[in-house]
């Protein structure tokens, strides 16, 4: 692990000397130390874009997706059919590296944001928060891909990932519980609270980066993994309370609503279908039969078949396709959690609000009816359903399958029948070979 942070440290310092040579200072040592604010954003700038898309990767294992292109079997098929190791030297493998990449350049300000100059004491707060966010979103997705999930009885105190909190490349790094990776991000998350200061960027091309609302709308989602339905209503409304607007799929020019451009757009850090995944997948015809009747987000979503009878998504493929988090899901994360908390009159509120914006009004009405009718436990499979159709290919479904009920999932693949069963092992990943090669104290 130590030689791995150093050859991604030098990596970095390298885009720094060749595209901000004239800001930095070259040290006797060798080294490449950022000084003034502009030195640290040409840092992060780095970091940001270095952000895996592991997320968009992972939904290849879930229920709405499956590799259509042959050319990609090589690649991705072994995740498809959830075969935790592999001795195939194409298939691509999640990207632990860049991830701790990331999370030491976020240490890296943390650590010596007093020592910035040439900037505001406003601007350097901010900076220092967009850090401590992003500190908590990278050890968040790596515990949700490599850790059991939260709400699994007994999980919290199982073995899952490392926690990196610093920058010292010789210390041994050791599994941390996922109780105490949880409690890492909820830590960072009050940091960062505490010093964002930006409520909007006026750049829209600056929408990669964290603004104050940023907060509870992530910590919405990481108490909805947790099973925390109080506090994860509370953030999901205290974000709507600022960010509340929906695309109406019913309106003329209307944006797909997970384009960095987009109305509902809160943040556009990830690329989590990028034009290598758009490429090799389509849409499951099992999964595709979830939109009813009324529902615009089949044709909005999904290209019309090709020549195999395949859909593919319209939401990935190019990088105006970015996003983290949008108001979306602010609307199901506040519905699911009203709902566990027995909430229902608020849930059905929440739930309702975005079915107008994706429905024709006569299967609006139709809906309508239907959840004001449903009990608790038919109201919140209606709006994991919703969560499922809303945010397809958004990265999103690997995980609400894992936080959930774990299911069981059947793949007939080139007319091969493949099971990932009912709470399987499988639904949490391993740790790269290539990381415990390098670090063996992650076999433990």
């Known amino acids: 692990m130590k030689k791995q942070y150093i050859c991604l440290f030098f990596a970095c310092l390298t885009f720094l000397l060749t595209g901000c040579d004239k800001y930095l200072d070259i040290q006797p040592t ?3 130390i950022p000084h003034t604010l502009a030195e640290y954003r040409a840092l992060w700038l780095n970091a940001c874009t270095t952000v895996p898309a592991d997320r968009g990767l992972a939904g290849m294992g879930a229920d709405e997706m499956f590799v259509s292109n042959k050319n990609d ?29 990331v999370l030491f350049f976020a240490n890296f300000i943390i650590e010596h944001h007093d020592e910035i100059n040439e900037g505001s004491q406003n601007e350097i707060a ?37 926690l990196k909190l610093d920058t010292d490349l010789e210390k041994q790094l050791f599994r941390n519980t996922v ?53 994860a209503y509370a953030q999901a409304e205290e974000a709507l309370k600022t960010k509340n607007v929906l695309e109406d799929f019913k309106a003329d020019g209307f944006k797909l609503p ?8 809160i943040n556009a850090l990830e690329y989590t279908i990028n034009n ?6 389509s849409v499951l015809p099992s999964f595709l039969v979830m939109y009813q009747e009324g529902d615009l987000r089949k044709d909005a979503y999904f290209a019309q078949a090709d020549k195999d009878g395949n859909r593919k998504s319209k939401k990935g493929g190019s990088s105006e396709f970015r996003c983290t988090i949008r108001t979306g899901e602010l609307y199901l994360n506040s519905a699911e959690a009203a709902a566990q908390s027995d909430n229902l009159s608020e849930a059905r509120k929440r739930l309702l609000q975005l079915m107008e914006k994706r429905y024709t009004a006569e299967a609006y009405a139709k809906k309508k009816a239907s959840v004001e009718g449903l009990g608790k436990e038919e109201l919140i499979k209606e709006i994991l359903n919703e969560r499922a159709r809303e945010l397809a290919f958004e990265g999103h479904r690997w995980f609400d399958l894992r936080r959930t009920t774990r299911p069981r999932i059947e793949k007939t693949l080139n007319g091969q029948q493949y099971v990932l069963e009912q709470d399987d092992s499988r639904y949490t990943l391993q740790i790269p070979k ?9 076999s433990n």
């Open 258 to 265: 997970n384009q960095y451009q987009s109305v509902e757009a």
């Open 30 to 32: 060798g080294s490449v």
């Open 179 to 231: 109780s105490e990776v949880y409690t890492s991000i909820l830590d960072d998350l009050k940091s960062a609270e505490a010093l964002l200061n930006v409520e909007k960027w006026d750049d829209i091309a600056l929408s990669y980066r964290f603004t104050k609302v940023c907060v509870p709308a992530i910590r919405s989602r990481v108490y909805l993994y947790m099973g925390d339905w109080q506090n």
């Open 434 to 442: 290539e990381a415990i090669a390098t670090n063996p104290n992650l």
């Open 73 to 101: 079997q090589d690649k991705y098929g072994a995740i498809e059919r959830w075969e935790g190791t592999t001795t195939s030297t194409t298939t691509v493998s999640f990207d632990w590296a860049n991830y701790y990449e």
């Open 126 to 162: 901010q900076l220092t928060g967009e850090a401590y966010l992003m500190r908590a979103y990278m050890h968040f997705i790596l515990v949700n891909l490599h850790g059991q999930p939260y709400t699994k009885p007994g999980a919290p105190a199982t073995k899952s990932i490392p």
């Open 276 to 281: 290598n995944y758009q490429n090799a997948v």
